[in-house]
C-alpha cells in the first residue's frame, strides 16, 4: 500500500477550533480513523519537533499540519495498536493516544445523569483509573476524566502531565448531557489535575473536580487521581449493621475535629493512621457507641472547621490519602465503633477554582442572589431546584456511606435550607408559589436524598441538626416528613444551659426549664447535643458555663451528664467534655489532655466510662426511645428542692429491671428523702456522680435501698434514701440476687492515662 496516500481532510477552520479548544468532538479530528484504503492519524502536540506513529514494528513520520496540529496515514487498512513518539528537541517520549479511545460513559449513564436519577454518580464523574488487557497487544492503564459542564463552550484537561497545559488534551462533549469525557492513557494515582472550561462569556476558568475522589492539600488546590487499594476488614460489623435500628439502639456519641483533637509536639497534624492508634483504644475504653467526625470533605480553610467544602468526594488530604480515612473507619468499626460524618448540603464554599460558577453560569448555585447567597454565612447556596444538581448531592450522601462504610450522616444547617426567609429581612426573600417562607426544593432533595440513602444502605442513619419546630423531620417521607432517623435537640441543649447557668440558689425559680423537654420529647426522634458549637466564639467551655468554684463546676457537669444519659433521647458529646476540657475550643491547637493528671478531672473521665458501661447495660434508658411509654416523672415539681426524678421503663420483660434518675441541682443534700419506685424490693446505686472515685463528696446509697409497699406520689412503693448535692443518682430494680454492681457508687475510676 503507498505511504503517499492523502489524509482525510479537515476544514482550516475546524482545525482553528481544535487549536483554540473550541471544538466539542476533537475525537472527530484527533486519532485514528480510516480513510481511502488507509488510516489517517492527526495528534496534537503544539510545541513538538516532529511525531513519529509506531505501529506493527514500523514507524510513520507526521507532518506539520497547522499549528501543533500533526497528520499522517498508516499503510493499513484497520486502525491498528499504535503509540506515538512525540520529539521535543533532543527530547523524544513515546506515549499512547487519548483520542484513539471509545467514551468511557455509556448511554444508560448519560441518560441517569441527564435525568439526575445517577445514584452512583462517583462512578461514571470525576477521575477513574481503569486497566484494560488488549488481545494481542500491551496491556493499556489510564486515567478516565468526566466533568458535567453543560453551558461549557469547551473543556480542556491540564495536569502535570502536560505541564499544565491544556492545549494537548481537549475533551469532547457527550450528546446533550452536558458531560465531557477523555480517557488518557498512562495516568495513574497521584496525578494532579484541574478542567479549564471555556464559558458562555469567552472568558476560560481552571477548577478542580466537583468528582474528584483526592485531592492537593491546602493551599494547593488541584484535584489528585487516586485508586483505592484497601482490603476491608469490618465485614462483621457491616453484616449486623443491615439489621439495625439505630433509633432503638444505644447510641452514646463522641464528637470530633480530627485536626484539633491531639497534634504533634510542632503542631503538625496527625495522620489518619496517627490518629486510628490511639482513637480506637481510648473510645474503646470510654465506651463510646459512635464518633461523630465534624466535616472530612475536602476544605481549603481550616478556620472553617470543614463547613465550606470545595471537593465533596475527596476526604481531607491534611490526615492523608483516601485510604488512609478508609483505614481509620475500618479500624473504628473492628473495635465496634460505628462512625457517623457532618455533611454540609446547604452551602459550598465561593473559591473561584471551586464549584462557584462552575462552567461560566450558576450551574450549582441558585442563580436567584435571594435563594443562592448565604448572607449569614458567606458562602453559595446550591440550586435544590435543579434535578442535576440534587443528583450531585444525594449521590454523595450515598457515596460516603457505601465507599467509605460510615453509619451516618448529620446534615448541618437543615434549617437554614427550609426556610426561604432564614437570615433574611422583609424584601430580602420571595414566597413560594404558595406564599409561603418553605422552600419546597429543598424539602423535595432532603426527602429523595433520605429515602434514596436508607433503601440503599439499611441501618445506616441520618441526623438533621434542625433548629426550628417544622414538623415531621423524623417522620417517614412516605407520610409526607423529611425522612430523617433523628434530629438534634437544640431546645434541651438551651434550656439545660441556661438554667445550669444560674447560681443553684436560684435554680428552684426556673424548674420547667428541665421538665418542658418532655412536653414534646415524643414529637421526633432526638439527639441530646453537646456539640462544638456551645464551646466556640466566646461562648467558653462547658465547665466554664458551670457557677461556682471548681468544685461546684466538675460537681454540675458530672450531674448534668447523668441526668443526660438518663434522659430520653440519644447523647452527644463534644471532644474534651468528657475530661472538662477548661479552655475554649479552637482547631487551631490540641486539647488541654494535660488536665487529666488533676484527679478532679480524671473523675470526670472516668464517670463518662461508667456512664457509657450502665447506660449500654441498662435497656430501658434506650430501648423504648421512640416510645412515650418508657419514661415516667416520678416527681416533676419538686422545684424547692431543685431535684428531679424520673423511671425509665423497660420493656414488658421480668428480665429487664426499670431505671430511676434522681438528679438534685441544688447545693446541699437532701437526708431522708422519700423516693417513689415503681415496685418494692431492692434497688441497686449502679452510679453515683458524688462517689469519691469521681472526686466528689461521697454521700451516697452504697449498696443500694430497698422500697417498702405503699403508695407514694402515684407509684406503689417508696424508700427513703439520701440525695448527694450537686449529683444525679441512678438506682435500678434487682430483679434477682446479683453481685454488687461494679459501678455502684463510682468505684471504678480508672483512666486511659
Not at 120 to 136: D, R
Not at 574 to 590: D, K, N, V
Not at 693 to 708: D, E, I, K, W
Amino acid at each position: 500500500m503507498s505511504t503517499t496516500a492523502s489524509p482525510a481532510p479537515v476544514p482550516v477552520d475546524l482545525l482553528d477550533q481544535l487549536v483554540l479548544g473550541r471544538h466539542g468532538d476533537p475525537h472527530a479530528i484527533l486519532g485514528a480513523h480510516p480513510h481511502d484504503g488507509g488510516v489517517t492519524v492527526r495528534v496534537l502536540r503544539p510545541l513538538a519537533t516532529s511525531v513519529v506513529v509506531r505501529h506493527d514494528g514500523t514507524e510513520t513520520p507526521l507532518r506539520h499540519e497547522h499549528e501543533g496540529v500533526w497528520v499522517g496515514v498508516l499503510p493499513v487498512a484497520e486502525v491498528p495498536d499504535y503509540r506515538v513518539a512525540v520529539a521535543y528537541g533532543d527530547d523524544t517520549v513515546v506515549v499512547d493516544d487519548p483520542y484513539r479511545f471509545l467514551p468511557t460513559l455509556g448511554e444508560m449513564d448519560l441518560h441517569l445523569v441527564n435525568e439526575g436519577r445517577h445514584e452512583q454518580l462517583w462512578t461514571v464523574l470525576g477521575a477513574h483509573v481503569h486497566h484494560y488487557e488488549v488481545p494481542g497487544g500491551e496491556a493499556i492503564s489510564g486515567t478516565s476524566f468526566a466533568v458535567w459542564a453543560p453551558s461549557a463552550k469547551a473543556v480542556r484537561l491540564r495536569g502535570d502531565f502536560n505541564s499544565w497545559d491544556g492545549r494537548e488534551h481537549p475533551m469532547r462533549h457527550l450528546g446533550t448531557s452536558g458531560v465531557w469525557e477523555l480517557f488518557v492513557p498512562g495516568l495513574g494515582t497521584g496525578t494532579s489535575y484541574k478542567f479549564h472550561l471555556l464559558g458562555p462569556d469567552d472568558e476560560w476558568r481552571e477548577k478542580a473536580d466537583p468528582m474528584a475522589s483526592a485531592a492537593e492539600i491546602a493551599p494547593r488546590t488541584s484535584s489528585v487521581v487516586f485508586e483505592s487499594t484497601h482490603t476491608w476488614n469490618d465485614q462483621e460489623w457491616m453484616t449486623q449493621r443491615a439489621e439495625r435500628r439505630p433509633v432503638v439502639e444505644p447510641m452514646a456519641t463522641y464528637e470530633m475535629h480530627l485536626g484539633s483533637w491531639k497534634r504533634h509536639p510542632d503542631s503538625t497534624y496527625w495522620s489518619y493512621d496517627e490518629i486510628a492508634d490511639d482513637l480506637v483504644p481510648y473510645l474503646s475504653d470510654l465506651g463510646f457507641t459512635h464518633v461523630e467526625l465534624m466535616p472530612v470533605m475536602q476544605h481549603p480553610f481550616g478556620g472553617s472547621w470543614g463547613y465550606h467544602v470545595t471537593s465533596y468526594f475527596a476526604p481531607d488530604s491534611r490526615y492523608g490519602d483516601p485510604d488512609g480515612f478508609r483505614r481509620l473507619v475500618d479500624r473504628l468499626h473492628q473495635a465496634g465503633i460505628g462512625v457517623i460524618l457532618d455533611w454540609v448540603p446547604g452551602h459550598f464554599a465561593t473559591d473561584e477554582w471551586a464549584l462557584a460558577r462552575f462552567d461560566g453560569t450558576p450551574l450549582y448555585e441558585d442563580p436567584n442572589p435571594q435563594r443562592g447567597w448565604h448572607q449569614e454565612w458567606g458562602s453559595h447556596i446550591f440550586n435544590f431546584g435543579r434535578r442535576e444538581v440534587r443528583n450531585f448531592l444525594y449521590a454523595n450522601a450515598i457515596y460516603w456511606l457505601e465507599e467509605f462504610h460510615a453509619d451516618g450522616l448529620r446534615v448541618d444547617g437543615v434549617a437554614s435550607m427550609l426556610y426561604l426567609d432564614y437570615g433574611r429581612q422583609a424584601g430580602e426573600w420571595t414566597p413560594n408559589i404558595h406564599g409561603g417562607r418553605e422552600n419546597l426544593e429543598a424539602v423535595q432533595f432532603l426527602q429523595e436524598m433520605n429515602a434514596t440513602a436508607y433503601r440503599r444502605v439499611p441501618g445506616i442513619v441520618t441526623i438533621a441538626e434542625e433548629s426550628t419546630s417544622w414538623p415531621g423531620v423524623t417522620a417517614p417521607t412516605s407520610e409526607g416528613g423529611l425522612g430523617f432517623g433523628l434530629k438534634w435537640n437544640m431546645g434541651w441543649m438551651h434550656d439545660t444551659l441556661d438554667y445550669l447557668a444560674r447560681e443553684p440558689v436560684y435554680r428552684s425559680y426556673h424548674h420547667g426549664e428541665l421538665t418542658f423537654s418532655i412536653v414534646y420529647a415524643w414529637t421526633e426522634n432526638f439527639v441530646l447535643p453537646l456539640s462544638h458549637d456551645e464551646v466556640v466564639h466566646g461562648k467558653g467551655s462547658l465547665l466554664r458555663k458551670m457557677p461556682g468554684d471548681r468544685w461546684q463546676q466538675l460537681a454540675t457537669l458530672r450531674a448534668y451528664y447523668a441526668f443526660m444519659w438518663a434522659h430520653p433521647g440519644k447523647q452527644l458529646l463534644f471532644m474534651g467534655q468528657e475530661f472538662g476540657q477548661e479552655a475554649e475550643w479552637a482547631e487551631s491547637r490540641e486539647l488541654d489532655w494535660w488536665l487529666l493528671e488533676h484527679p478532679e478531672h480524671r473523675g470526670l473521665h472516668g464517670l463518662v466510662r461508667d456512664l457509657n458501661t450502665v447506660y449500654r447495660d441498662s435497656p430501658a434508658a434506650w430501648v423504648r426511645d421512640d416510645d412515650g411509654s418508657g419514661f415516667a416523672w416520678i416527681d416533676a415539681n419538686d422545684a424547692g428542692r431543685s431535684v428531679f426524678s424520673f423511671v425509665r421503663r423497660a420493656p414488658e420483660d421480668d428480665t429487664v429491671p426499670d431505671l430511676v434518675c434522681v438528679t438534685n441541682f441544688a447545693g446541699t443534700p437532701h437526708g431522708d428523702f422519700r423516693l417513689a419506685l415503681p415496685a418494692a424490693g431492692t434497688w441497686e446505686e449502679v452510679l453515683n456522680t458524688d462517689a469519691a472515685a469521681y472526686a466528689g463528696s461521697g454521700v451516697g446509697n452504697l449498696g443500694g435501698v430497698t422500697a417498702v409497699e405503699g403508695e407514694h406520689q402515684g407509684q406503689p412503693a417508696y424508700a427513703d434514701i439520701t440525695v448527694p448535692p450537686l449529683a444525679t443518682v441512678w438506682f435500678r430494680q434487682r430483679l434477682e440476687p446479683t453481685a454488687p454492681s461494679p459501678t455502684a457508687a463510682g468505684t471504678t475510676g480508672r483512666v486511659l492515662g
